[in-house]
């Protein structure tokens, strides 16, 4: 569903981080409907060459050059993020764009993850170790290579659908399942049914 909602990118010098050599750290902040985050671009500069006004060094250098593309380039991509999000999701937060610039989630919470790290048995754990009972079969020649070869790239399957649906890079299996954005969770809830309590009672861990 398309969104009506509009967002702001302002980019700023972070003075009071600066490093022994004065070199400051520059950031973004993205405003959507008066609520803000601030996003590091991961490039730092001179105060003294940093334009404020147009929002681009003027040092005149290569340096200065990648600076001022990395600055058109983050400026693209936020762009590219919410205006993918304000189709998929109809309303947007600036964490959401956060998020999902930086790789994550677009619901990501860094305190459920600690969580999911936490639990008794994690999805990853499952799978390695069944990963690693059929590398034994393999090599006492019961089961088949290709077989093998089947069920690793099913384990990398399966963990690339969690990281794009939870943002998170694993997950307890005891855990509660809460975290997952509604319009995920029916696809979650049949992965978890199918997928992870099938490899756990393989593994017998459950």
């Given at each position: 569903?398309?969104?009506?909602?509009?967002?702001s990118?302002?980019?700023?010098?972070?003075r009071a981080?600066?490093?022994?050599k004065?070199?400051?750290?520059?950031?973004?902040?993205?405003?959507?409907?008066?609520?803000?985050?601030?996003?590091?671009?991961?490039k730092?500069?001179?105060?003294?060459?940093?334009?404020?006004?147009?929002?681009r060094s003027?040092?005149?250098?290569?340096?200065?050059?990648?600076?001022n593309?990395?600055i058109?380039?983050?400026?693209?991509?936020?762009?590219?993020?919410?205006?993918?999000?304000?189709w998929e999701?109809?309303?947007?937060?600036?964490?959401?764009?956060?998020?999902?610039?930086?790789g994550k989630?677009?619901?990501?919470?860094?305190?459920?993850?600690?969580?999911?790290?936490?639990?008794?048995?994690?999805?990853?754990?499952?799978?390695?170790?069944?990963?690693?009972?059929?590398?034994l079969?393999?090599?006492?020649k019961?089961?088949?290579?290709?077989?093998?070869?089947?069920?690793?790239t099913?384990?990398?399957?399966?963990?690339?659908?969690?990281?794009?649906?939870?943002?998170?890079?694993?997950?307890?299996?005891?855990?509660?399942?809460?975290?997952?954005?509604?319009k995920?969770r029916?696809?979650?809830?049949?992965l978890?049914?199918?997928?992870?309590?099938?490899?756990?009672?393989?593994?017998?861990?459950?």
């Amino acid at each position: 569903m398309k969104s009506n909602q509009k967002m702001s990118v302002m980019f700023w010098l972070f003075r009071a981080k600066s490093d022994k050599k004065g070199m400051a750290p520059l950031y973004v902040k993205i405003n959507i409907d008066g609520e803000d985050v601030d996003l590091s671009i991961g490039k730092k500069i001179a105060p003294e060459f940093w334009d404020t006004e147009n929002k681009r060094s003027t040092e005149g250098n290569r340096a200065a050059d990648e600076i001022n593309f990395r600055i058109m380039e983050v400026q693209k991509d936020l762009d590219r993020v919410f205006e993918n999000l304000c189709w998929e999701r109809g309303h947007v937060g600036p964490q959401m764009v956060k998020n999902v610039f930086n790789g994550k989630g677009a619901d990501w919470n860094q305190l459920e993850e600690k969580k999911q790290k936490e639990a008794k048995h994690t999805l990853v754990e499952v799978m390695d170790a069944k990963i690693a009972e059929l590398q034994l079969q393999v090599e006492a020649k019961l089961l088949e290579n290709s077989t093998f070869t089947t069920w690793k790239t099913s384990r990398n399957h399966l963990m690339d659908f969690v990281r794009y649906h939870t943002g998170i890079s694993d997950i307890g299996l005891c855990a509660s399942l809460n975290f997952v954005p509604i319009k995920n969770r029916i696809y979650w809830h049949n992965l978890y049914s199918i997928g992870v309590l099938f490899l756990s009672a393989l593994c017998g861990l459950l």
